[in-house]
């Protein structure tokens, strides 16, 4: 491994740690997901999973089940950048869990390049749909 690459994971490591602290701002019991929208060194967006802004931060109904309303760490870092003066357009995202089929379609409409991720989600739904529109995904375990 060359010294930019080298480079390249160590970064890539860091901000899946962060992404990982981001996590905890979660309400949900169930799991915690945190996102980091990185583009150019820097971070123009972060996003957990948890419910949508005036909603109770209460994320299972009285049997554990997730709310049908609750958005994913994805969904609300690219929505957050969507209301920011920046553009997803080449970013990298960083996400604790790899992503959904339905969030990424979200970050292939948002022009996310690449994808970062420590932990698989339950299906390879999502991860399928990214390769097969070319985006590059990395998986970090740390």
């Not at 989600?121 to 097969?132: I, P, S, V």
């Amino acid at each position: 491994m060359g010294y930019r690459e080298e480079k390249q994971r160590q970064l890539d490591m860091r901000y899946i740690r962060m992404a990982k602290v981001w996590a905890e701002n979660s309400y949900c019991v169930r799991r915690q997901v945190g996102a980091l929208l990185v583009k150019d060194g820097m971070i123009i967006s972060d996003g957990y999973n948890g419910t949508p802004s005036g909603f109770e931060n209460i994320c299972e109904d009285d049997m554990g089940v997730t709310k049908p309303y609750v958005l994913h760490a994805e969904a609300n870092a690219i929505t957050k950048v969507a209301k920011s003066a920046n553009s997803s357009n080449g970013a990298t995202l960083y996400v604790t869990s790899s992503p959904c089929i339905e969030c990424s379609k979200l970050i292939i409409q948002s022009g996310i390049k690449r994808v970062v991720y420590s932990e698989s989600y339950r299906t390879e739904d999502g991860l399928n749909l990214l390769r097969k529109v070319g985006i590059e995904i990395d998986q970090i375990e740390c």
